[in-house]
């Protein structure tokens, strides 16, 4: 053969194909696996121009994705600062009386839901901390916000608005806001008059936040969005300076309203791409979350919402669904309610045979067990975030747990029952939500936590296909990743540890000696 760009020996490769599940060294070119053999089939892979690195007995695995992410629009969400540790309301008003300024406004994200206690999400719970300074507090969940009085005077928010998608700006009984600003639009009134990063500020962090997530050993990731509609630009600016470290697939959002025209422009945007990024898929927004009482649930939660769908009129979700299908463009949809779940599931019965396209749901927090078999029956990716369970509590003490009742929180994140009744399970963070790491994915996965801690883990096999061979599979790549085999793109990660034998735990924490995309070194070990 001809000489190999990169050959990658003593390792234990984990490959992931039946065909050799087993092998000591890799061989690299052109940014495809050309070879995958021992050590003395390495010898006849090199040439003068040949890289070659000895792993020292770690363990190689095909590349690692991260298959719902918000790596750009995420920049914006994970802006100021962090309030991921605050756990009580006297903590959270003293990090927000020592917050920098950002152009004047006080600006902060990761905020438990659990911090207050039960009370209502409300501004005079923060006021006196932050007087006469515009605040804008993202909630842990990414689809609810806090606002202080000075940021909704800036937004010119007085009282309630009518939306086209489930949103709502919380009023007391006098028609008053309390700050608690639930789902999207709502949120996009105040961060439209907050400042703005510099598209060179913005270029910088994104770069640096790539890199980060290639050092956990991560090749790709799916990104569910398409930001502000300027992310291809870009993403464009980044690769002419250089290559990105991670690459990625982006699904635009489709939101209730979107007309004949609307869903024709995201059909074009499909072919938007660039050397490491392309368009693939639309996003879709069935409900919220439990927290927030947005998520689309059976019965009504212990405050009575959640029983009403994020498009006010389910049937027009199908419809674009069914438009979008039969111009053959794949579609995720964040459904966390069981109500949301079944209508999801339903409109994609009612597509008829799907063939080679596959539709996504992502998150599904709570699942009765009639649902289970339909994704395999039906061939839909469930894509789920196992990091997610760290907010809730084994002792359903918590918002999301109380939310729900012992009953629905007792069906929390089934991973496993998923995988043992035949469906394919995509693994991802859902960053910035949880932390991108994604060892921390492999490892809650194996060993979730909270209200999810009474069921089964995965196995470690099945966690590590959950970010490889199954995410190609939602990405409809499994022809050419997912696996390491001849043929298919060099996307590979190389653990200090074996990530299905090691214990949960030291997955968690192993050494990344290496992460390869296409071909391309995107990290390596001091």
């Known amino acids: ?26 061989a690299v070119r052109d940014g495809l696996i050309a070879a995958v053999g021992d050590a003395a089939d390495a010898r006849a892979w090199t040439g003068p121009g040949t890289e070659t690195l000895d792993l ?49 406004w006080v600006v902060a994200y990761g905020l438990d839901h659990n911090t207050f206690g039960g009370r209502p999400v409300d501004r005079a719970l923060i006021e006196e901390a932050l007087p006469g300074v515009p605040a804008f507090i993202r909630l842990y969940d990414g689809h609810s916000a806090l606002a202080n009085a000075a940021a909704l005077r800036a937004a010119g928010i007085d009282g309630p608005r009518s939306f086209d998608q489930r949103s709502e700006i919380v009023c007391d009984a ?21 400042p703005k990063p510099s598209h060179a500020q913005r270029r910088a962090r994104l770069v ?9 050993g991560l090749t790709g990731a799916h990104a569910m969005d398409l930001g502000d ?23 635009p959002w489709c939101m209730p309203g979107a007309d004949e025209e609307a869903l024709d422009e995201l059909v074009a945007l499909q072919r938007l791409r660039g050397r490491d990024w392309l368009v693939g ?34 049937a027009a979700y199908s419809a674009a669904v069914r438009r979008l299908h039969a111009a053959g463009v794949r579609t995720a949809t964040h459904a966390i309610g069981d109500a949301a779940v079944r209508h999801v599931l339903d409109t994609v019965a009612s597509l008829g045979e799907g063939g080679w396209l596959r539709h996504r749901i ?52 089934r991973c496993r029952d998923l995988r043992d009744a035949g469906a394919y399970l995509a693994l991802g963070s859902d960053w910035p939500i949880a932390h991108y790491d994604a060892r921390q994915v492999l490892a809650t996965g194996r060993a979730p936590r909270g209200a999810a801690s009474a069921g089964r883990g995965l196995t470690g096999l099945m966690a590590l296909e959950g970010c490889t061979t199954h995410a190609a599979v939602a990405a409809g790549e ?35 000696r290496l992460t390869v995309a296409a071909g391309r070194v995107t990290h390596r070990a001091a």
């Open 1 to 26: 053969m001809t000489a190999a760009d990169l050959v990658l020996t003593g390792a234990r490769v984990r490959t992931l194909d039946p065909a050799r599940p087993h092998a000591t060294a890799v």
């Open 56 to 104: 020292a007995g770690a363990t190689l695995t095909p590349g690692l994705t991260d298959s719902h992410s918000h790596p750009v629009w995420g920049l914006e969400m994970a802006t100021g600062l962090d309030l991921s540790a605050v756990t009580d309301l006297d903590g959270l008003r003293a990090a927000l009386r020592g917050a920098e300024r950002t152009g004047g």
């Open 174 to 194: 006098e028609g008053r806001p309390t700050g608690h600003l639930i789902e999207h639009a709502a949120m996009a009134l105040v961060t439209a008059v907050m």
């Open 208 to 216: 640096e936040l790539l890199s980060a997530m290639a050092a956990t």
């Open 229 to 251: 509609g300027d992310v291809p630009e870009l993403l464009t600016a980044v690769e002419e300076a250089a290559d990105l470290p991670l690459r990625l697939r982006l699904a």
């Open 281 to 314: 898929g639309v996003k879709f927004f069935m409900d919220g979350t439990v927290e927030g009482g947005t998520a689309w649930l059976e019965h009504a939660d212990c405050h009575g919402q959640g029983t009403d769908a994020f498009w006010p009129d389910p």
């Open 362 to 413: 992502e998150h599904i927090e709570t699942l009765p067990a009639d649902q289970l078999a339909r994704f395999a029956e039906l061939g839909v990716i469930a894509s789920m975030q196992p990091p997610h369970t760290a907010y809730t509590r084994a002792d359903h003490t918590d918002e999301w747990s109380r939310r729900l009742g012992d009953e629905r929180a007792a069906r929390a994140w």
């Open 478 to 512: 499994q022809s050419v990743a997912g696996r390491v085999a001849p043929g298919l793109r060099a996307d590979l990660t190389a653990f200090a540890v074996d990530p299905v034998e090691a214990p949960a735990d030291e997955v968690a924490e192993a050494p990344i």
